[in-house]
């Protein structure tokens, strides 16, 4: 396993991007093989009590048009996803209040009709939602710490805290869910240093999947001056994500293709094993503007399916067809 220092040395040191990359995909390969997991994200509303510094949903964005998405329709919308084969559905929203530990727990049931295993990324809530969410069926949760440098955190979460970030994993983990985390990369003031050590929190909390996504710009926040993050330094923190936690699962993620258009495949390459298409109607996707242009905003499931499939197929790997649970589970 690489020290602290030895992560700090090949992130500062791009002359050895091939062999990490090279790496993290033989790794890739042996631990958790050539099946490419697709998880269904259903992106169900944009509506935030929170100001995170970064996101467009953040609630003093008064631009953008909010939508909810209401039982019916998300089960509706799992229900087709289901039918074109996804074994995992992904719940996603702002922190929407709206969405009480009951209406939760009607939504969680609807879904879990189907044969699916069911995420959630709904943000921090308390031990007892939880509980009462994998009661009712949830079996993921993603929750990301976004950045272990404290201070930084502060800076990009006002009246945030770190501590219960942290709560809430921990909750998680103790309540038997499989946890996703990860961090954003190239927030303003960030430092190899801490993503040296967000690499470190990985493997200390022995996550079960880790997204790592360029930070883009949102023209609507506080940081609409700041630049992108860098694509490659990216992808350098999910290589060496692979080679520290080597059987857990790690998203391509779609932040990586909306700063390269080959981004999920050269992710795919580089140590990621799975993709989150979006399932949401087309209606709804140019609202959840979490930063700006996302991939595939005209387009509609179907598509996305089989545009991902064909590209899957195309590097020699293929679409899983089983749950996807982490650490080679099945
Ligand atoms: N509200 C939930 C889930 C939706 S946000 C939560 O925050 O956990 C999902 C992820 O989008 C966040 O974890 C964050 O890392 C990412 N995100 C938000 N704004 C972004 C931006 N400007 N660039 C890249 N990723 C962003
Ligand atoms: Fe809300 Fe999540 Fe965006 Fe923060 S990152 S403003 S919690 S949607």
Redesign the pocket.
Known sequence: MLKRDEIINILNDDTKNDWLFTLANKVRKENVGDNVHLRGLIEFSNI?NCN?K???LRCHNKKIERYRILKDEITKIAKNASKMGYKTIVL????DAYYSSDKMIEIIKCIKQFDVALTL???ERTYDDYKAFKDAGADRYL??I?TTDRNLYKQMHPNMDFDNRLRCLNDLKKLGYEVGTGC?VGLPNQTIESLADDILFFKEIEADMVGI??????PQTPLNNAPNGNFTLALKVMALTRIMLPDINIPATT?METLNPNGRIIALQSGANVVMPNVTSQKYRAKYE??PNKICLNDNPDKCRNCISAKIESIGRQVATNYGYSHNKG
């Open positions: 935030c995170c970064y996101c467009g996603q929203s702002g922190e990324s709904i943000g929750i990301r976004e954003l996504g360029p930070f883009i710009s949102h932040a979490i930063y």
